[in-house]
Nanobody, 118 residues
């Protein structure tokens, strides 16, 4: 089983920064692809960023250049550094995990709220 716990959400003004963390309770964390997704009210969950076990990253166009995903395989953690936040980044952010050959992310945390507002 995989358990994921997010932390670090909150209220921030436009242009500000937040750092989200995800702690994974799982054997062999390094074999999992990790990702951050978000869901705004009335919208579907969407990809924010993913990172492979070797550190290859992928970003949604809307966050590229502002957000950075990283992982520490020794500490079973993945971090999303969010800079230059915009009101449209407001959403519940979810940490996800999947094995390399899985077709979709199938393990999720409980989510953490990020609100960007003045």
């Amino acid at each position: 089983q995989v358990q994921l716990v997010e932390s670090g959400g909150g209220l921030v003004q436009p242009g500000g920064s937040l750092r989200l963390s995800c702690a994974a309770s799982v054997r062999d964390f390094s074999i999992y692809i990790m990702g951050w997704y978000r869901q705004a009210p009335g919208k579907q969950r969407e990809l924010v960023a993913t990172i492979t076990s070797s550190g290859s990253t992928n970003y949604a166009d809307s966050v590229a250049g502002r957000f950075t995903i990283s992982r520490d395989n020794a500490k079973n953690t993945v971090v999303l550094q969010m800079n230059v936040l915009k009101p449209e980044d407001t959403a519940v952010y979810y940490c996800g995990a999947k094995r390399v050959f899985a077709s979709a992310f199938n393990y999720w945390g409980q989510g953490t709220q990020v609100t960007v507002s003045s």
